[in-house]
């Protein structure tokens, strides 16, 4: 593991991005969201994921120079077909383009088809903070978690983020359907640990806290079993019948990995109806009142969602971004 | 356990309200309502949960005659103030403010302070589906739930369901944060059986299904665990702060049964950017496949969101609803 520091491996990004024909103002984008991802913890979808997004333009199928096109417009809901663009940039507008409509109506809608991986789905909430709103937004994926009794993947994933601005530190939820990521899992499996809870199912079919019963069923468990399966279907078919795009189901059939995926983005103007004093001194109270719960163990820091990655960046802004070297290596030797 | 015509449940608990002082039209929505979620199969929160309610209107905590008030407007977003009315009256009132305000604005948000228990989170997902309408609402609640790694109740299990329209079938979803209910483990230690997945934390502090050692404890787990948690927290900021109401920080602090929650529902008028007929195939197709999933056992049934509830619907009305005799007889000796 090496550390580099944000703005070195922003260039980085951004330098293989250019040899692929993106606009200045796109490798910009995308090379600032991802080394960010890392900088803030998510390293699985940082530079960790940098190669396949590269592999993924040289096969087709981001297309580093399309921009959505407007289907529909009523009100504060519109919805647009991605053209198969850069997944950060197309979200990136998507939620800008939220966040405009929001100003006007105070809530607003824009749903998004035919995109791309979004690679961090806190990324658009934060956007939302940063114009002082909340947010919702959700993106399916391929077909990779079966629905609760089933064995075979007919479900995404489809991560969920949920914001709410704070001067003290933004409030804000980043959870996958799923209750552990295939990534998580073989990384337990390769440091020959179980999983804290149950992570899917063994070949026998009860759940199993073993990354290797669970990698080898292909079954992992929703977050909160039936509960999320459910959860899944809903968040997929908000973004998919609202943008009229490809649901789970649809994104399967494409050939090819991931692409084509649909999203959905809510901008809350809150603040127009809850003015920023009052709202926020009701979320510093709660927030207060969280982190003086009484831990399991003595010791043990309790935290409010958000602050872990908060910590993150800050110590990754001062040490650098750790990544594995051979990533790292890869990543110098793109062309 | 005796089976109850749907008519003649409703017709009971609307003779107990109107002895309360409630007016005629509002002891119409609660008593359908209310005997709706039993027919629905959502027994906890339908007849079983009557007395309760009605406790609570002796007690002073719901005032039967109250009516909520506008404190602010903006654009497709408004709060307003419950003042501690009956919570299914007052949250019907709250989605159908959001159903109006969608017509113009295509999505609207309503956010309720000072408001009571709205029994089942799918009765205002429903609502929408009748509009044509996909919906987002949640409630919070009394501190019921630790955080992640701590000991002590200071999250609520706040209900979330979300809802899309569908002419065969809504599909719907509608959970609390916590995996299973304190009704639901009890139901299973009284029969002797311990829970499917996880449902909380033993004595020592490891995840167990034991109903026994939870409901000792008083540490039931979130859904999804750490998901769960984070989740709920998101939640309650949206309906508490959205509304300038009580977090579940601040419902802790008042004194007697639950009571002065807050809500928040959001309706989007998708058919205005995603005509019915192609939005509609989208769903079904993506319904049809999942429901094409290959089951753990065989003869094991696949459902989608929703599914259930409407089957126990159509037998609980050839039959009569379910009751346990001694609930009936309480309710029927309220004068």
Partial sequence: MIRIPFEAAKDELRRVLLSRDCSADKADTVSHEMARNSLD??????????SRLVRNIDEGIVQVDA???????????????????????????????????ARTHGISLVALRNTNHWLRAATYGYQACEAGMAALCTSNTMPNMPTWGAVDARLGNNPLTLAF??????????????????????????AGKQMQADAGFDRHGALSRDPKEVIASRRPVPMGCWKGAGLSMLLDAFAGCMSLGSMVAGIGRLPGDEHGVSQLFIAVNYRMIAPADQSEAILDDAVDWLLASQPQEEGRQIVYPGQRAAACQGENLRLGIPVDERIWQEIKSLA
């Avoid at 959505?68 to 850069?86: R, T, V």
């Avoid at 940039?89 to 939220?98: P, S």
Wanted: net charge negative; proline share 3%.
């Fill in 41 to 50: 913890g998510t390293y699985s979808h940082g530079i960790n994921r940098f």
């Fill in 67 to 101: 921009h959505p096109s407007l289907i529909h417009a009523f009100g504060a809901i519109e919805n647009y077909d991605g053209n198969l663009g850069l997944g950060i940039v197309n979200a990136q507008f998507a939620m800008g383009r939220a966040i405009e409509l």
């Fill in 165 to 190: 601005p704070r001067a003290k530190g933004h409030v804000i939820v980043d959870l996958a359907m799923t209750q552990y990521s295939y990534g998580a899992m073989e990384a337990a499996l390769l």
